[in-house]
């Protein structure tokens, strides 16, 4: 873990707010000569130009090679400000590697993404195979050294690795369809069928029709949370009807008044890298908005939906991130004292914005 960490402060945290391209890029190399590749070896070769058709000319950023096996992979640097999430990094590598005739391919900037050729996936173009954040104590980060250490790189275990990885993702999605398929009203519908079936052997019909009037049957996600709901108890007594929520003080509704005072937070650079990781966590905000999705979520997250995320992003910390729609306010389901207790807290930290958002909120 050790290398790793080292990697961390070359690599983010030693690094200006403003650092070049051209200045990350030299960092990159120092990065990969500590897992012992070695520039003046030729084992980096930094920009070749190759030859395209009678004009035209490439050059990749970092192309890695040995004496025995050729080409291995290539490297695309990005400045660290950038979100590498970007279809056109993605394009330009998919490039160089077919171009190259390389099977993987590296982008490095905010963090790390690595690509492997789609034909192991029976899929076009190059498949994202895993994205590394530069966290010291990162077991991914670890996994990263291990396979790109120079000593120990290994095509074949690079392929194994992303077979795993693959089949994770497509695990995380079918757990995802199946849940929603569970919860769904039609399958809800085949489970009371199938139970007035199997009643019907003891009981009649009728009694089965009239008992079923004077039941709910359905399948729900457990999040039963105690301090929750008696948290909610004891704030219920401020909320006791829809009227009382939006009229009586001129309050902004919730979910315009979640993004009103998050933005204000975000541009007061008040919201700091741990929160951010709880924020992106199903059951911390689950226990601290009493919200069913991660408050925070990146595009390629597995949990981020279209239609349970505003489409305006937030940029924090350099990255994009997508905050939760899904905020009610009724007597039933109130979500608002949740947030409100959290803002307060994040607000204490800093007198001067608890003003500035109170003002912007007149």
């Not at 960490?5 to 890029?25: A, D, M």
């Not at 029709?209 to 909610?232: G, T």
Request: proline share 3%; aromatic share 12%.
């Amino acid at each position: 873990m050790e290398k790793w960490n080292e990697l961390c402060y070359i690599l983010s945290e030693n690094l200006p707010s403003n650092t070049s391209e051209q200045l990350f890029e030299l960092k990159v190399i120092q990065a990969f000569e500590k897992l012992g590749w070695s520039e003046y070896n030729n084992e980096i070769i930094v920009r070749e130009s190759v030859q395209l058709g009678a004009s035209n000319r490439i050059s990749p950023d970092l192309l890695f090679k040995s004496k025995e096996l050729g080409n291995l992979f290539i490297v695309e640097v990005k400045k660290p400000s950038f979100e590498i999430d970007n279809l056109t990094f993605k394009g330009q590598l998919s490039s160089y590697m077919g171009i190259m005739r390389v099977e993987l391919g590296i982008l490095i900037g905010n963090k790390i993404q690595i690509f492997l050729d789609g034909k192991f996936f029976q899929e076009n173009g190059i498949v994202l195979i895993d994205e590394i954040e530069f966290k010291r104590e990162n077991e991914k980060g670890l996994k990263f050294v291990q396979l790109f250490i120079k000593g120990n790189y290994n095509k074949e275990i690079i392929e194994n690795y992303a077979q795993e990885k693959i089949q994770e993702l497509k695990e995380i999605e079918d757990f995802k369809s199946l849940k929603k398929q569970l919860c769904s009203e039609n399958y809800t519908e085949k489970i009371i069928d199938y139970l007035k079936s199997d009643l019907l052997k003891e009981y009649d019909d009728k009694i089965i029709e009239k008992v079923f009037q004077e039941l709910e049957v359905k399948i729900e996600s457990k999040n039963k949370f105690s301090p929750i709901k008696n948290h909610e108890k004891r704030r219920a007594q401020k909320y006791n009807s829809i009227e009382n929520f939006n009229n009586s003080n001129g309050r902004l509704p919730v979910g315009k008044y979640v993004r009103k005072t998050f933005n204000e937070l975000v541009n007061s650079n008040l919201i700091d890298r741990n929160e951010v990781e709880r924020l992106q966590r199903g059951d911390y905000s689950k226990l601290t908005f009493d919200i069913q999705f991660p408050f925070l979520a990146k595009e390629n997250s597995t949990y981020y939906e279209k239609t349970r995320y505003w489409k305006n992003p937030y940029r924090i910390n350099g990255e994009l991130y997508f905050v939760c729609s899904q905020w009610y306010e009724v007597p039933a389901n109130n979500d608002r004292p949740y947030y409100e207790d959290w803002l307060e807290k994040i607000k204490n930290r800093n007198p001067k914005v608890e003003l500035m958002i109170n003002q912007n909120l007149r």
